[in-house]
């Protein structure tokens, strides 16, 4: 099954967490949070404004983005778990920048 998230609604896969802390500690299950970073699955074609515009999304499906911690709706899509959120939900889009070079 395919879907299709309408209007300013994204789809979002949550990305796991680390199991271990820092110091090596192993944290249970039932003691984890849930992940508050993710992957854009599918985007809708965007919101309308006042004018009747239509005005697209700035996130784009393959982004890494961070969202509340309640952000959401849980719903299940072809036995994976998945949520649906305003793209105003989503605090930004985490990117991975090149480590910085010594200086010659």
Not at 11 to 17: A, F, G, N, S
Request: proline share 5%.
């Amino acid at each position: 099954m395919k879907f299709r998230p309408l209007h300013d609604r994204v789809v979002v896969r949550r990305l796991e967490e680390e199991e271990k802390t820092a110091g090596g500690i192993i944290i249970p299950d039932t003691a984890k949070e849930k992940p508050m970073q993710g992957e854009v699955l599918a985007i809708g074609p965007g919101a309308r404004n006042e004018k009747g515009e239509l005005v697209a999304l700035d996130v784009q499906a393959g982004d890494r983005v961070l969202f509340g911690k309640w952000s959401g709706t849980e719903v299940k899509i072809d036995g994976e778990e998945l949520l649906i959120m305003k793209e105003s939900d989503i605090m930004g889009v985490l990117t991975h920048s090149a480590p910085a070079k010594a200086a010659a």
